[in-house]
Nanobody, 129 residues
């Protein structure tokens, strides 16, 4: 069975608002993998926002997400969530989740998509100021 990730929960909100994204997986065991959320803004590279180790709960955040976003997991549902609070216009973009067998390699601010796979189709987040 193919491994498939599917994102949901995006939408349009005003600055200061909140959204919760969900990344649901099928065809694989959630435990023992790293799941990351990425954001892609027009004209920009896809960049890591938050990641979690589903085998133990260790979490990783991009500098831009620290203090505002929370990543969590529900292993029974094979789902990883991204709670986004105090949203800003620069948070707008397409959000994707992806899987890796190793932790994100942060450059101090974020991490690239290299080494991550099983991408979903994405969910759009639009924050208006």
């Amino acid at each position: 069975q193919a491994q498939v990730l599917a994102e949901s929960g995006g939408g349009a909100v005003q600055a200061g608002g909140s959204l919760r994204l969900a990344c649901s997986g099928s065809g694989y065991s959630a435990r023992g993998n790293y799941v990351s959320w990425f954001r892609e803004r027009p004209g920009n590279e896809r960049e890591g926002v938050a990641a979690i180790y589903t085998g133990g709960g260790s979490t990783y955040y991009a500098r831009s997400a620290q203090g505002r976003f929370t990543i969590s997991e529900d292993n029974a549902k094979n789902t990883v969530y991204l709670q986004m609070n105090n949203l800003k216009s620069e948070d707008s973009g397409m959000y994707y989740c992806a899987l890796s067998y190793g932790p994100p390699r942060s450059n101090g601010d974020t991490w690239s998509r290299q080494g991550w796979g099983y991408w979903g189709q994405g969910t759009q987040v639009t924050v208006s100021s």
